[in-house]
C-alpha cells in the first residue's frame, strides 16, 4: 500500500513540475525536465533541514561534532532520504524480493517505522543473512492510523515466521516507530512468541518532532502523549536492547529514545534514516544478535 501511494504520489509531483514548466514558464522540454529534477531534489532537501532543525531546537545533550562531522551526517540522511523515499519504497518490487525462511530455531523479524514499508530493510536484510541469520520482514499498513491498530499486523507475521522456520520464538529488530508496534504486541501478547527486542531510535518517551506528523500515529508518538503514559506502565517481559543515536533527526529530545528496563547501546553520529544503510550500525547490531539474550 505505501510504495503504492507513493509512487502515485511521486508520479503526480513530477507531472505538476513538467505542466508548470511547460504550460506557465514555457520553457522547452530540456529545461522543464532539468526543473523537474531540481525541484524532486529540494523539496527534499527542505524536508531534511526541517529535521535537522528540530534536532538542534530540541536536541538532549552530547558531545559537539566538528563542522565536517556533521556536515557529513547531514549529506548521507539527505541522499538515504533520497534513495529510501524516491527509489526503494516506490519501486519495493524490485529490490526486495519476498522472504527466505528456511527453517531456524532463532529468526528476526524486522519492523519497520512511521511512514515506511518493508522494502526499507532491503540492504540490512542481506548483510543479516550474509552473517548467518534468517530474516522475515513486515509491512504495516494502512501508515498513519493508531498505533495499536497496526500492532494485529505484526501478530500476525510472527505467527506466519514461527510456522514457516519452525521456530517458537523470534527476535525483534524494530526502527522508529516499530519498536513501539512491539512494545504495543508484548503488552498484549506477552513473551511467549518473543525471545528479544531489539529497537533503533525508536521514541520510548516520544518525539517533538511529531508536533507536525500526519495521522493518528503520529499524535499517539508526541512526547507526553495518553498513549505513550499507557505504554509506559507496562513493565517489559522480555530482554531488551535500544540502541540510542544521541545525533538523531526525527526523534527529539534524543534521549527519548532511552527506554526503562532496556539496555542502553549508543550509536555512531548517523541520520535517523541513514542508519539503516550504514555499515557501522549493521555491524553493531550482528554483534549483538550473537550474544545470548
Known amino acids: 500500500m505505501v510504495p503504492v501511494s ?22 522547452d522540454w530540456v529545461a522543464t525536465l532539468l ?11 527542505g524536508i531534511n533541514a526541517i529535521t535537522w532543525t528540530f534536532a538542534v531546537a530540541h536536541g538532549s545533550p552530547a558531545p559537539a561534532l566538528g563542522f565536517m562531522r556533521r556536515a557529513r551526517m547531514v549529506i548521507e540522511e539527505y541522499l538515504a532520504f533520497l534513495l529510501t523515499f524516491v527509489l526503494v519504497i516506490p519501486f519495493e518490487r524490485l529490490w526486495m524480493p519476498a522472504d527466505r525462511l528456511p527453517q531456524s530455531s532463532h529468526p528476526v523479524l524486522l519492523v519497520h517505522g512511521y511512514g515506511c514499508s518493508r522494502g526499507v530493510w532491503w540492504l540490512l536484510r542481506k548483510r543479516l543473512e550474509a552473517a548467518g541469520h534468517t530474516v522475515g520482514t513486515v509491512s504495516l499498513a494502512p501508515p498513519y492510523i493508531s498505533l495499536g491498530r497496526l500492532e494485529p499486523l ?3 507475521r510472527i505467527e506466519e515466521v514461527c510456522a514457516a522456520t519452525g ?13 513501539l508496534i512491539a512494545r504495543c504486541y508484548l503488552a498484549r501478547h506477552g513473551r511467549e512468541r518473543v525471545a528479544r527486542l531489539i529497537t533503533l ?14 495521522g493518528q500515529n503520529a499524535r499517539e508518538m508526541t512526547s507526553g502523549s495518553l498513549w505513550l503514559q499507557d505504554m509506559a506502565a507496562e513493565p517489559l517481559s522480555v530482554p531488551a536492547i535500544s540502541l540510542r543515536n544521541a545525533y538523531d533527526n526525527y526523534v527529539m529530545p534524543q534521549d527519548n529514545q532511552r527506554l526503562p528496563g532496556a539496555r542502553d547501546v549508543e550509536l555512531p553520529p548517523v ?11 549493521a555491524d553493531r547490531l550482528i554483534e549483538l544478535l550473537q550474544q545470548k539474550p
Open 6 to 27: 507513493l509512487l502515485f504520489w511521486l508520479g503526480l509531483e513530477i507531472a505538476g513540475y513538467l505542466y508548470v514548466g511547460r504550460h506557465y514558464l514555457h520553457a
Open 154 to 156: 505484526l501478530n500476525q
Open 201 to 214: 531510535a525508536s521514541p520510548h518517551q516520544g518525539s517533538d518532532m511529531c508536533q507536525i506528523g500526519f
Open 271 to 281: 541520520g535517523h534514516i541513514a542508519m539503516l544503510y550504514d555499515v557501522r550500525v
Open 35 to 45: 526543473g523537474a529534477f531540481g525541484g524532486i531534489l529540494g523539496v527534499r532537501a
Open 167 to 179: 521456530s517458537r520464538q523470534v527476535t525483534l529488530v524494530c526502527h522508529s516507530m516499530g519498536g
